[in-house]
């Protein structure tokens, strides 16, 4: 965060620099670093004219960063037809939580399973599909544009059924056969709607029109099969599904994120290309960051990055919850110790654990 700006009366020449000096905006790094003396003094002079500060940048947020993109998200879709440049503004949101997985991905992930990212249904969902798509698309070794063009395509793939979303996914009956229709058209239609705004990438409108497809034909809108689904589509689509099993509605809790795992990407009867469910296999593990746990010596935490290896206690072996005061300085428990073993997935309503994720995750993690 900036704290002052320098002026000629602060630096002694011929002296080590007390504090690294950076522009106002902070984005090439420091200018002048601390224990620099400066000799040139045209140089300085061109840089004071510009504005010197002392004080380094205060690094940016992951789930301030999500929400203020879930935000503008909302905002887009909304008025989606009355976008003057949909295609730019929708990759910025899309550039933005590429950021997010470059700060700190396993936040990212735990705010998906901890419900932490703002806003009504239909958007979070499809931020939280981009920001798994995105990530499995880096293990892959995707470069950054094509993981663009796969965050532009998640967050805009329901585009065309938004103001129908969120009264589908908390509808306690079976959908009507006209809710039905809208839901098998809804590529269709997210796909033309975009098109309309002016999106000519045809990559990304092939991934909205394709992402509910199936390996065995059985998707919708087209029933394609095998290789004639592009593969950014079905890792989209995957994605999406993971997203869905993990999140609660009002009719029904969370499918916990190992049976998730398991329905999804390990039942024999389920057709998914092959090298996409290793991948996300790999990426998610059974104990995803964010995952409620019990340990064998009874306390209750929170796994805190991929591979499980770690999990933060949120209560004594009796279960008691602990003080929030008292978390940022718990150790965290490593799971290869068999006493810190994880021996069950918990629901939030199950575990009693209502906690910050910034007393676990620290200021990366603040809202």
Request: glycine content about 8%.
């Amino acid at each position: 965060m900036v704290q002052r700006r320098i002026g000629l009366a602060d630096l002694v020449p011929g002296e080590p620099l007390p504090w690294d000096l950076y522009l106002a905006d902070h984005s090439a790094g420091p200018q002048l670093r601390k224990g620099q003396t400066i000799s040139d003094g045209a140089q300085l002079a061109r840089l004071l004219q510009m504005g010197l500060y002392t004080g380094s940048p205060e690094q940016p947020s992951v789930l301030h960063l999500l929400n203020e993109s879930a935000q503008r998200l909302d905002r887009l879709l909304l008025d989606l037809r009355k976008e003057g440049n949909a295609e730019r503004d929708v990759r910025g949101i899309a550039r933005e939580l590429l950021r997010a997985l470059a700060l700190d991905a396993d936040i990212a992930l735990a705010s998906i399973l901890l419900n932490q990212i703002a806003g009504r249904y239909a958007v979070r969902h499809c931020i939280e599909t981009a920001l798994l798509a995105m990530l499995v698309g880096q293990a892959m070794g995707k470069p950054d544009d094509e993981l663009l063009r796969i965050g532009a395509a998640a967050l805009t793939m329901n585009v065309g059924m938004l103001y129908h979303h969120d009264s589908f996914q908390d509808k306690r009956g079976p959908l009507t056969d006209e809710e039905m229709r809208i839901v098998r058209l809804h590529p269709v239609e997210s796909a033309e709607l975009l098109r309309c705004a002016g999106v000519e990438d045809e990559e990304w409108l092939s991934c909205v029109l394709l992402h509910h497809e199936n390996e065995d034909g059985s998707g919708y809108p087209e029933g394609r099969s095998g290789d004639e689904i592009l593969q950014n589509a079905k890792l989209i689509g995957l994605a999406d599904r993971y997203c869905a099993r993990v999140s609660a509605r009002n009719y029904r809790r969370s499918i916990l994120p190992d049976q998730a795992l398991q329905q999804i990407f390990l039942d024999q009867d389920l057709a998914i290309d092959p090298l996409l469910a290793e991948q996300f296999v790999a990426i998610l593990g059974k104990y995803p960051p964010g995952t409620l746990v019990r340990l064998r010596n009874g306390e209750l935490g929170v796994v805190t990055q991929r591979g499980a290896a770690y999990v933060h206690p949120l209560s004594n072996p009796q279960g008691a919850p602990l003080p929030a005061a008292e978390l940022p300085s718990t150790l965290p428990r490593n799971t290869g110790d068999s006493q810190y073993a994880i021996i069950a997935c918990l629901h939030e309503d199950d575990a009693h654990m209502h906690f910050s994720m910034r007393h676990v995750w620290g200021d990366e993690a603040r809202l």
